[in-house]
């Protein structure tokens, strides 16, 4: 049980460096992007496309025998 709740942490985490990876990427495209054809914008709102990333806990519940 304890190994199926450890592949599941360890492909989450993947998942978020990879999404967190190409966030990174993507606002590198946008801002060469915006160099390339002069059209930066210092706007707050277009600094951060992506907003900020949100890591939030994933609740895990043991299902089992409850035999009291």
Not at 31 to 37: D, Y
């Amino acid at each position: 049980m304890f190994v199926k709740l450890q592949r599941a942490i360890t492909r989450e985490i993947g998942i978020r460096y990879k999404l967190a990876e190409i966030r990174g990427m993507m606002e590198l495209v946008i801002q060469a992007s915006e160099i390339n054809s002069g059209t930066i914008v210092r706007d707050q709102a277009n600094e951060e496309v992506f907003g900020e990333a949100v890591v939030m806990p994933i609740p895990f519940v043991i299902e089992g025998n409850n035999d009291n």
